[in-house]
Structure formats: structure tokens, C-alpha cells
């Protein structure tokens, strides 16, 4: 059983045994819950929000489109090109009508509005308790020390974004600085591998707003097998400037996409074996975008399927009494159809039943009714609506005598029992726990459609869309009135319930895993603290509290159990106050986990009373989540093999300050304490996106390939697990190594991983020195291994001299670029990162402009930009070092202390659907809820967020009001420090 983290001590999850170890924190003390607020829903007070949305979308898209089709300037030809999706034998819609498929087609488009417009202003209290009451509590103590991502990408310039803009749909890259069409040589590398009606490139565009001409790029960028990090640094003419998210997005959909024409292809497959594949049949599986399309399709020919009336009928031969019905009803005579001896052909009402139910099989898989009666629901006010299960209340009603049974926690969804909303305002958050709630099956969930679609659509049916071609006896009319309305009752109406589902919890699922994904990224790029001596405490009671003393380098130089909160506490701190002066360290790091607050106040009495003297001794509180489950994993025991895992837990927590990438690596990302709802999403997604960010933010910060450990290697893009220990054998048995080049001779590294991972290794001089090593010294390279290589790959002799450019970012692809621009500029590569070098390269910049001098040098404006960076940041340049470090504090402040309209700084420690939560040193994180959190309060580079807050940002805050019954604070956000 994995431990269980603070998340779930605040609020007990309604969820598995399984679920409650990994919450978001982590406390270790699972005492008594504290009450839960309620919130009352005010959507009164959001319209006006609402509506400047729409206006903001609406502007946004047209722009997109502009830039994506510059030579189709004519609304009529952006929309040309849907007619491909059209089958054959059909004619084309019309305008209003290809309007009409998108929305059905391109499941995101609807859902990218619906966001857009919910803005509803949720009273405080109500909302913190439902939501952290479902979710689990958040971290309640330790100030992160992150900081803002923007600081770190420099080399990505700023895009144009919407605040609140879903993350799926955010990324645009229309108003990129140099974002110009810039196609690779071959052409699309799709439309083979797919076999399907329409273009998977256009398609792509539609689904995630992207540029066409940048869609195919990263399409075929994929197909070559090159890494998102490799492509956002060394690749960003060809996609446009996008930043990972956005290209991991394109990504995420191209599977998508795959994976439905595989399933087409499939299904069928399936058809053909059975004999029932026609050639309309095909060309309506081919025309399909979307795994529900697919399914709605291939629903009636299931085996055992409920939709098998309309094929008896037709067994039965009464396909062609359909289409006389259709085309020539005064020629129709259903007496003569009756065979008295047939079941289903016995009467007239038989024979009645039969053709309704062909025809009502037809409404429903006819593409342009469905395209109607969608456009339909687009125009009506579409709800959903929770209540709590008959099972639910049947089961509490039973278990109540019971008092061994555990019945139900329907109060956990309280905000839920009766729950309406209407579909394009209702949050991500809510879509969430609604479906916790109905995966519990403690609430029964519906999607109201008004009944005016269900008149409308039946009344266009009979006059417009299935009109008989001549005179219709009434009785033929009554056939075909009660044959659109099953078709509606029966297909349509559950059709559109699923879609509506799906493209609400997908649209959710997305904008949670961005938020894990942005969380997680500004949490790995924390600042380290380097060059000190650090003493890990993970806090305890009755087991002490386990230290770990720590050296510059993040070697173990002492472990040991002090007993703080006994009746010996003044004893062990005399030992305390040894081992400190011994090693000279004055600075501890507490883990936030239990007795945390107990712990801090016992060292900040003693720093008050200069126990510590000469040491300026001053401590930090960290996020410990995870530690415990890393204490006793296979890489700790492989790491530190002979030590209890209590101490590796304190050895993980001090090595979190000094080295938060290098540390948090070794944790699965859903156990550090980031994030809501993580049970909730698709676990492949959020595996995917996790480990995405994870290889860009090892690949940016890049690693010394020299004393770097195997689990960081193995994140850098380009490599994997194999590749990192071979690398790792080869430098036993080698030494270290002394350039990139050096990588070609480990074995398994062929050239492409070469060309992906050599830009994010670094080699650093001085810890090549520090194996005993000179700088000038040749290395020598076995000959058995490079008669190897020169055998797998005719490879040529490698030097093993030091080439300062690999201490950069600089790819070895620009060396000789490089050069040429040092030629240039009357400079060599000894001045790297000196003043007199950066002068000469920023007087020449100035002097021509980037496109000018990447013209002069025959190569891109992005990739001299690259060289300009790595030549002018000094050695060791770490691009973390901007962030601040941690917040280190001599003395606490208590919740009694606090004041409404007091105005204080903390540090944001994590971030849900509906808020954020701040450390602002009291012990008890407080919560800005999301409508506080305003475009006009943050900077200008932050405002393309959904939430535009993430961990470890330092902010300004407003309390709003303190309840110290419930232990609840409520924040108002004044602005963000930069």
C-alpha cells in the first residue's frame, strides 16, 4: 500500500483503497476531517464575461483562419475544402450545412466555445468544501520555491493568448514574430498511412487550431522520429515558434486520428467477414473523424445489438417498400405485402412496423439529418442534470441499521444531488466529479434536450429531409411521422447525449492534464540551492524525526533519529547543536508532512534564543510528497541500499532544495503533490503528457553527462533506459567523456538518438579535472571499440579534445556555423562568455539585423538566435538560475495572527480547477478561488493561461476572511511578484 499523501487527509476521497495513497500532498496524519463548505452557485453575475468571451473567440478564430489559408481570402474557399467528408452519391451541402458537419465532425469545436463562455461566480465557501471534499485536500504546508516558467524558455518568443482559454485550444501560432510557412521537402506523410475520406492534415488544423502548412511539418517531424524538445529548440522555423504543449497537443491528436482510422479500417474488416459491407456502408466508415461517429455507424450491425429490428425487417424484404414509400407512395399498397404464414409479414400492423422501423434506421445514420438536427441543439439551451441513484439511496437506506456496513458518502457529492447546468457553462472541474459521482454510482446523470428539437426535427423530417415524392395516403404519413419520432427516441437522442458527454469529459480531461503538466513543470525547474551544507528533517512523534545531513554535492554525510517533541527534547537538541557545528551547516529543510508545524516551531525557538551560535542557522518548509513512496522503491534501495527508509525519506527531502530536478525525477509525477482529479482523467493521456514535460525540462536544463545519475540520463530526449546505461558503462570503463562527439562510440546510440540528445549534453571542464583528468590531457579510445563502430557504421576516428561549444546549448549540426559567425565577428571560441565577446556579437547584431547575418551564414534566423544565446551566457549557465530560491525563514507566524484585509506574500503551493492554493507562512495553505484571479492582476506573459497561477509563483495577497473553526482561509489575489 503506497502512502498516504495530505491531499486525502483533509478530505477523504470518494474513491478506491488504491486511489486515497496518491493524492495530491502529503500528510501523514489522518485524523479527524474538518467540516465542509457549501457553495452556492451565482451565475447572475458572469454574463457580462461571458459574452466578451464569445466576442474574443470569435476574433481569434477569424484571425487563424487568415493566416492559415493567405491565398483564399473568400469565406467560401476556407470552406471548400470540408466537402471532401462528403460520401459518394450524395450531393454537397451548402454552406450552412458544411457549418453544421464541423460541428459534429470536430468534436472540440463546440467544446472550445462552451468554455470560453463559463465564468460562474461561485460563492467562496461552497465551492472550496465540494470540490476539495471530492478532490482531496491540498497541501497545506511548506512553501514551494518554483517560479514562474516564462522566466525559463527564453529562447521562446511570447505567442498571443486568451485568458481562460481551454489548454487544448490555446496554443495559436498565427502572431509568431517570424512565423512564415516553411515546409519540409516530402509531402504529406498522412494521407497514405491513414486511407480515409478526408485529409488528416486539414483535419489536424480543425482539431487544435493550428496552421496547416505547421501541422504537416509536425507530422513529418514525428514520422522521422525527432523529439518534442528537439523540435521546440532546434526545429522552430518549421513549427512555427510553437512551445511544447501545442506540439505535444498535435501530437496527442494525430494519435487520435490514427487510431480512429485504425478502428475504421477495423470495423470494417468486421463487415466484410459478415457479408453486410456495402459500398455507402465503407464510404460512411471513411468519412467518419471521431470514435463515436464510428461507433453510431457500426452500431446497428453488432452482434446481439438492440438496433437489429430495421435488418429482420429487411430480411423479411421490405427494403423496397421503403423506397416506393419515399418515392412513389401512390403506387404503394402494404395489403399485398401481409403473408399470413410469416411472423412479421402476418398483418398489416406487422408489415407498418417493419417499414417504420427501416425508415427509422435511415433517419438515424442519414448524415445531413444529423447534421440538422445538431444544429438544432447548437441553438437550444442544452442541460445537464445530476441526482443522486436509486442505488444510492437504496443501499444508505439498507446499511443504515447496519453499523458494520460503510454505507454511501453521498454528502461528499452534496453540490451534485441535484446539479442542473447548462452544457456550454458548466467547469471542467464539475464535469469531473460529476462523473466521479456516476462511476460510484452515487448519481444518475442525464442531458436534457428541449422539446422543441424533438417537433422541429420530426416536423422537417416529414416536410423537408424525408418528404414523399407524390401523393402519401395518411396512413403512409402516420409510417413515416412515428418513424422519425423512434429514430429521434430510439438513435438520435442517445447519440447526442454520448457526444455531449464525451466532448464535455475529453474537453475536462485536457484542461486537467494541462494543469498537471504546467503544475509539474514549474515544480521540476525550481531553483537549486547550491553550495550548502543541508540538514534533511522529515518531522515525527512517536518515531522522531528522522534527519539527513547533507553535503554541497548532495553526498550523505550523517543520518540520525532525534527525538524533538519527548520529555528529552533539550537533550537532543544539545546533540542537535553538535551535529550541526560538526559540519558546518546552517541550513534544514522540513518536510510539510505531520508534526511538521510542531517541528518548526521547536528550531525557530531555538534560532530565537541563538542556540545555534556562531551558526546563523535559518530553515525552509518542503512539499514532501512522494518521499515516503520513493523511500522504499527499487532505485532507493539500489541507491542507498543499507539505510532504513525512513532516513532515505529525509535524504530525498534535503536533496529536494538542492537539486529539485535531479530528485523529483526519481518520483512518479502523481505522487508530488500537483494537481486535481487525477483518477479521474485518462490515465494514458496524463502518462503521456507527464512524461512529455518531465524529457523537455531535463532536455532544457541539460546535464552533465559526466557525473549526471542513470534515472536522469534516461529523461534527456533521444535516450531511454537502454541507451542511458550504456552510456553509463562506457564512462566506467572509459572515463569521462571529453566531447559530444565521443557519444557516437557508445554502443546502441545510432545517429538519429545522436542528433536528438547531443544539443541537451553538456560537457563541463571542470568535471572532466575533477576525475584527474587535465584539460589538455588525450584521452585514449580503446581500439576494439572503435573497430566496432567503424564496422556497424564506418564511423571516422573521433577526436577526444575538449570543444568549449559543448558547455552550451549550441547543436553540434551549428558548429561549423558557429565558426564562421565567431570568423565574422573577429572573435574566437576562448572569448566564449566573456564581456569583450558579448559586446562584439550584440554591436553586430545591432549593427545587421538576425535575418540579415543568418542570410550572410546560409542558415535560419532561430538557429543563429541559438548561437547568439550559447555564446554569450557564461559557463555553466543553468537556466533555473532566474528562479527564486527557497523561502528560508528564522520565525513563524500563526493563524491567530491573521487579520481580514491584511495584505501579505506567499508563495503558490498548488493549483486546482477552481483556484489556487497559497503558502503565506501560518501552516494552513489559503485559497484564491478562480474568479479572483483576473487578467488585469497579472502580467502581461501570463495572462494566455486557463488559470495563469502555478507552483512555487511568488504573489500578492488580500485575506478575505480567516475561520479558525474550520481552519479555512480565503485570499484575494492583488498582483504577482516578478
Known amino acids: 500500500m503506497l502512502r498516504r499523501t495530505r491531499t486525502a487527509k483533509m478530505y477523504k476521497e470518494p474513491t478506491t483503497d488504491d486511489e486515497s495513497d496518491d493524492m495530491t500532498g502529503n500528510q501523514k496524519d489522518d485524523s479527524a476531517e474538518p467540516e465542509e463548505w457549501l457553495p452556492n452557485l451565482n451565475q447572475g453575475k458572469t454574463k457580462g464575461r461571458r459574452q466578451k468571451g464569445k466576442d474574443a473567440m470569435a476574433e481569434k478564430k477569424q484571425v487563424t483562419k487568415r493566416v492559415a489559408k493567405p491565398k483564399e481570402p473568400k469565406p467560401k474557399a476556407e470552406r471548400k475544402p470540408r466537402a471532401v467528408r462528403v460520401p459518394k452519391g450524395k450531393k454537397k451541402p451548402n454552406t450552412e450545412q458544411q457549418n453544421e458537419v464541423a460541428s459534429i465532425t470536430n468534436p472540440d469545436s463546440q467544446q472550445h466555445v462552451t468554455v470560453k463562455e463559463e465564468r460562474l461566480s461561485i460563492n467562496l465557501s461552497r465551492e472550496f468544501s465540494n470540490n476539495a471534499a471530492i478532490l482531496g485536500d491540498m497541501p497545506d504546508e511548506g512553501p514551494s520555491s518554483s517560479q514562474h516558467l516564462s522566466k525559463v524558455k527564453k529562447e521562446e518568443p511570447e505567442d498571443s493568448f486568451t485568458f481562460e482559454e481551454p489548454a487544448q485550444k490555446k496554443q495559436r501560432t498565427t502572431n509568431a514574430p517570424q512565423g512564415r510557412p516553411i515546409k519540409l521537402k516530402s509531402g504529406n506523410p498522412c494521407m497514405e498511412e491513414l486511407q480515409m475520406n478526408w485529409n488528416p492534415i486539414q483535419v489536424l488544423a480543425e482539431k487544435t487550431g493550428v496552421e496547416q502548412w505547421v501541422c504537416e511539418n509536425i507530422a513529418q517531424l514525428l514520422q522521422e522520429e525527432n ?13 512555427n515558434h510553437m512551445d511544447a504543449d501545442a506540439v505535444r497537443d498535435v501530437q496527442l491528436t494525430l494519435e487520435e486520428l490514427r487510431s480512429v482510422a485504425k478502428k475504421s479500417r477495423s470495423v470494417a474488416q468486421t463487415l466484410k467477414k459478415e457479408g453486410v459491407l456495402t459500398l455507402e456502408l465503407e464510404m460512411a466508415l471513411k468519412n467518419c473523424t471521431s470514435a463515436d461517429e464510428i461507433d453510431h455507424v457500426y452500431a446497428p450491425y453488432k452482434k446481439g445489438s438492440k438496433l437489429s429490428k430495421a435488418r429482420r425487417a429487411k430480411e423479411l424484404g421490405l427494403e423496397p417498400v421503403v423506397q416506393a414509400l419515399l418515392q412513389a407512395p401512390q403506387t404503394l399498397d402494404l395489403q399485398s405485402r401481409i403473408q399470413p404464414n410469416t411472423k412479421g409479414l402476418s398483418t398489416l400492423e406487422e408489415v407498418a412496423t417493419g417499414v417504420q422501423e427501416i425508415l427509422a434506421d435511415m433517419i438515424a445514420k442519414d448524415k445531413e439529418t444529423l447534421t440538422y438536427v445538431q444544429a438544432q441543439c447548437d441553438r437550444a439551451a442544452v442541460t445537464i442534470h445530476s441526482s443522486v441513484s436509486k442505488t444510492a439511496l437504496k443501499e444508505q437506506q439498507q446499511e443504515q441499521g447496519n453499523q458494520k ?10 453540490l451534485y444531488t441535484d446539479f442542473t447546468c447548462d452544457i456550454q457553462r458548466i467547469q471542467h472541474h ?19 434536450i428541449p422539446d422543441w428539437v424533438k417537433n422541429d426535427f420530426c416536423r422537417w423530417c416529414i416536410n423537408v429531409r424525408w418528404r414523399p415524392q407524390g401523393f402519401a395516403r395518411p396512413e403512409l404519413m402516420t409510417i413515416l411521422k412515428n418513424a422519425a419520432e423512434d429514430s429521434y427516441k430510439r438513435f438520435i437522442l442517445p447519440f447526442l447525449s454520448r457526444g455531449y458527454r464525451t466532448k464535455l469529459t475529453a474537453s475536462a480531461e485536457k484542461e486537467s492534464v494541462a494543469m498537471f503538466v504546467r503544475n509539474l513543470r514549474q ?33 550523505i554525510l550523517h543520518t540520525d533519529v532525534v527525538y524533538l517533541h519527548s520529555s528529552a527534547k533539550y537533550k537532543e537538541a544539545d546533540r542537535l547543536r553538535h551535529l550541526l557545528l560538526k559540519h558546518g551547516c546552517q541550513t534544514i529543510v522540513i518536510g510539510n508532512g505531520k508534526a511538521c508545524r510542531e517541528t518548526e516551531a521547536f528550531f525557530t525557538d531555538l534560532i530565537k534564543q541563538r542556540f545555534f551560535h556562531p551558526l546563523d542557522v535559518s530553515y525552509c518548509i518542503t512539499d514532501e510528497a512522494g518521499a515516503s513512496i520513493y523511500s522504499v522503491s527499487p532505485e532507493a534501495v539500489k541507491e542507498m541500499p543499507d539505510m532504513d527508509p525512513n532516513l532515505r525519506s529525509a535524504v530525498s527531502i534535503g536533496r529536494r532544495v538542492q537539486d529539485p530536478l535531479a530528485e523529483l525525477i526519481k518520483i512518479d509525477p502523481k505522487h508530488i503533490g500537483i494537481g486535481t482529479y487525477q483518477h479521474d482523467v485518462s490515465q494514458s493521456l496524463l502518462r503521456a503528457a507527464l512524461d512529455g514535460v518531465v524529457q523537455e525540462c531535463v532536455s532544457f536544463v541539460g546535464v552533465d553527462i559526466n557525473i549526471c545519475s542513470e534515472t536522469l540520463m534516461r529523461h534527456v530526449a533521444g535516450l531511454n533506459a537502454g541507451r542511458a546505461r550504456s552510456i553509463m558503462e562506457w564512462r566506467e570503463k572509459n572515463g569521462p567523456f571529453f566531447n559530444r562527439e565521443q557519444l557516437k562510440l557508445v554502443k546502441g546510440l545510432g545517429p538519429k538518438s545522436f542528433q536528438q540528445c547531443a544539443g541537451f549534453i553538456r560537457i563541463n571542464p571542470e568535471t572532466v579535472r575533477s576525475y584527474g583528468c587535465g584539460g589538455n590531457h588525450d584521452l585514449e579510445v580503446p581500439a576494439k571499440q572503435t573497430v566496432e563502430k567503424k564496422k556497424v557504421k564506418a564511423s571516422v576516428s573521433i577526436s577526444n579534445q575538449f570543444n568549449p561549444l559543448d558547455q552550451t546549448c549550441i547543436h553540434p549540426e551549428s558548429y561549423s556555423i558557429t565558426l564562421r559567425f565567431l570568423s565574422q565577428i573577429e572573435s574566437s571560441l576562448d572569448q566564449m562568455g566573456s564581456a569583450v565577446l558579448r559586446q562584439r556579437v550584440e554591436s553586430s547584431v545591432k549593427s545587421s539585423s538576425l535575418d540579415v547575418l543568418a542570410k550572410s551564414l546560409d542558415t535560419t534566423p532561430e538557429t543563429l538566435q541559438l548561437i547568439v544565446d550559447g555564446l554569450t551566457q557564461p559557463p555553466g549557465f543553468d537556466i533555473r538560475q532566474d528562479f527564486e530560491q527557497a523561502d528560508f525563514k528564522r520565525e513563524i507566524v500563526s493563524m491567530s495572527d491573521l487579520r481580514e484585509g491584511m495584505v501579505l506574500t506567499g508563495r503558490v503551493t498548488n493549483t486546482a480547477l477552481f483556484g489556487a492554493f497559497v503558502d503565506i507562512g501560518v501552516g494552513r495553505s489559503g485559497l484564491i478561488p478562480k474568479r479572483y484571479i483576473t487578467p488585469d492582476k497579472l502580467p502581461v506573459d501570463q495572462r494566455r493561461r486557463s488559470l495563469a497561477l502555478g507552483p512555487g509563483e511568488r504573489v500578492e495577497v488580500r485575506v478575505l476572511n480567516v475561520d479558525l473553526q474550520r481552519n479555512r482561509i480565503s485570499l484575494d489575489l492583488i498582483r504577482v511578484l516578478q
Open 227 to 239: 523529439t518534442i524538445p528537439f523540435m521546440v529548440r532546434y526545429r522552430k522555423e518549421m513549427i
Open 405 to 414: 456496513s460503510k454505507p454511501k458518502d453521498i454528502a461528499k457529492f452534496s
Open 430 to 448: 464539475q464535469t469531473l466529479a460529476i462523473n466521479r459521482g456516476e462511476n460510484l454510482k452515487i448519481l444518475t446523470v442525464k442531458v436534457n
Open 523 to 555: 515544480r521540476l525547474l525550481m531553483c537549486p540551492v547550491r553550495g550548502r551544507v543541508i540538514m534533511g528533517v522529515d518531522p515525527g512523534f512517536h518515531h522522531g524525526c528522522k534527519l539527513a545531513i547533507l553535503s554541497p554535492t548532495s553526498q
